[in-house]
C-alpha cells in the first residue's frame, strides 16, 4: 500500500525508483498502483517522472 501523504509518497517512490525498479511502469505494476493518479498525485507537488534519471523531479528541472 501506498503512503497517503504526498511528500510520504514523493519519497518513498523515488527510493523505489532508485533501489528497486527500473523504471515507473514496472514500480506501478508490482505495487498495484494506478500511474495515472500517482503522476497526477505528484504533479501537484510540481514533481514529474523523468524517465532518463528514473525519479520524479521538480518540474522546473524536467
Partial sequence: M???D???L???VNTKLRDEYPNL???CAALDADEASLRK???ELDYQY???RNQF???ALN
Avoid: D, G, K
Wanted: proline letters at 14%; hydrophobic letters at 50%.
Fill in 2 to 4: 501506498l503512503p497517503n
Fill in 6 to 8: 504526498p511528500v510520504i
Fill in 10 to 12: 514523493l519519497s518513498y
Fill in 25 to 27: 511502469s514496472e514500480l
Fill in 41 to 43: 498525485v505528484l504533479a
Fill in 50 to 52: 523523468n524517465a532518463e
Fill in 57 to 59: 523531479i521538480p518540474e
